[in-house]
């Protein structure tokens, strides 16, 4: 009696039970595999290589087939027939890692035309088909070329063509992005959008976890020819179990919403996000107040100051063109408002006040000067880039004078809003006008432990979500660090790198870590990576976008 299977209808792709063995059994790429695939679904396969994922794809299009279990493509056995196999590849197309593995045309043209031929289709028909993917995935400026002379992105869309020209009901894609510069990775990545969102299923072996949590609808992670775990990508990238198996690590996302959360930050309760825009949204939704009011009443008219904080600097030369530029910028807002500075780093203090006979106040010194000079309500601006440790300190020192005064109100340091990162985006750019495609801008950030720091990674994310995929940001003591810098900028393979300070003076970080000669500087490693190097000793105070920018804030608690 024949056997009849039954299978939900949503289910596409089943595997039951494969096994596939490239060496007489003596070890298996698939061991007794199982999974279900649901139609218009986006599925990321990942896992180690050699764990099965390009061998399954291999036995989906009919090129290899399993020496025990069963596939099913709309509850329909794959036998493996040859004129089964025709029909099969015109409804599951591959997209190899590797296009010089799948393109073999003279021309371009002929290279898209030959599926819907081999199919029986007519030329007329083949024609119409043919010229719609071509203008859809924009082929047309190369149309014409010899598939030889493409470049690695080009290739790889024309291999795209190939397989959305047969228009099929699956398309597999092994790596995609593999040897991509970020340009096309860009073009690559939008381009399978477009196929999911005209419904087409799409599976995807891929290393990037990142990519994957934010794409998927399902991840399939694979483990010695099995599926170790099937689920979510929330679910699949919070078993922390299951990703040391396979070598990966968690997103970088879930990795900085877990430590907010542990630290009190954010509400464990909070919906994960699945972008760093998300977890941006959640950080400046994080409810800080702005304005603090004394005990002491004002019986006489108010005397408003502004307290200036800044870290400091003990190199007068950027100083003056920074720190200096932004005070003189407030007092030009506010003329009726006396201006006081503070510094927040004692050792600088110390060492300007050693070699220069110069007293500059820390926080409590200038709040007890404002106290005698009968000052009733302060605006304290801080100069610093992030809401971050140095910021934190501050607070808690004006603070200690809150019931001296009648009001004590805190501007917001550089970074602290969407609006914010917008804006300073807009001013590097301004700066860097001249910037060309072949060059890329490497900012370097300071970096904390605090959980702030997450606005480095975001704004990074940010410069290439706004179409600036030439600009990287970095920090010294943090995340992104100089590692991932080389490994994000080899990969857009730049004829110059331009390195800059992503801080507010131009000072010791920028001359040494940065500048310098000295072998563990960034710019002695991009040297030693064989670019050309251009560092720009310029202050983020010497941007008058981003003086602007400080002067907003403190318009902002000017009651």
Known sequence: ??????????????????????????????????????????????????????????????????????????????????????????????????????????????????????????????????????????????RHKPTHALSGGQKKQVSIADILVMKPEIIILDEPAAALDPKHTTMVNHIVDQMTQNGITVLMATHDVNYAYEWADEILLFHEGKVLMHGTPAQVFSNRGVLKQTNLEPPAVLELFESLCRKGILKSSLPLPKNLNALEKYISDVKINT????????????????????????????????????????????????????????MIIKKVNARDGVHICNVKEAMEKMLQDGITDVLVQPTHVINGIENDLMKEDALAFQEQFHSI??????LTSEQDNLAVIDAITSEFKTLTKDEVLVLMGHGTTHYANAIYAALDYTFKDKGYSNIFLGTVEAYPTMESLLKMVHAYQPKKVVLAPFMIVAGDHAKNDMASDEPDSWYSQFKAAGYDVEPVLKGLGEYTGIRKLFIEHLKTIDC
């Open 1 to 142: 009696m024949e056997e009849i299977f039954f299978m939900n209808s949503d289910i596409i792709l089943k595997a039951e039970d494969l096994y596939f063995s490239y060496d007489d059994e003596q070890s298996h790429s698939l061991n007794g595999l199982s999974l279900e695939i649901k139609k218009g679904q986006k599925i990321a396969f990942m896992g180690a290589n050699g764990s099965g994922k390009s061998t399954f794809f291999l036995c989906c299009t009919g090129i290899l087939k399993p020496q025990k279990g069963k596939l099913f493509f709309h509850n329909k056995e794959v036998t493996y027939k040859k004129k089964e196999l025709l029909d099969l590849r015109s409804k599951i197309g591959i997209v190899f890692q590797d296009p010089d593995n799948q393109l073999f045309s003279a021309s371009v043209y002929q290279e898209i035309s030959f599926g819907p031929l081999n199919l029986g289709h007519s030329e007329e028909e083949t024609k119409k088909e043919v010229e719609e993917v071509i203008d859809y995935l924009e082929i047309t400026p190369f």
């Open 291 to 346: 304005h603090y009011g004394g005990t002491k009443t004002v019986s006489k008219e108010t005397k408003k100051a502004i307290l200036a904080v800044s870290f400091g600097t003990s190199h007068n030369d950027t100083r003056k063109i920074t720190i200096d530029a932004i005070e003189q910028d407030m007092q030009a807002a506010f003329p009726d408002y006396a201006l006081y500075r503070a510094w927040t780093s004692k």
């Open 409 to 414: 109100s805190f501007g917001d340091p550089l």
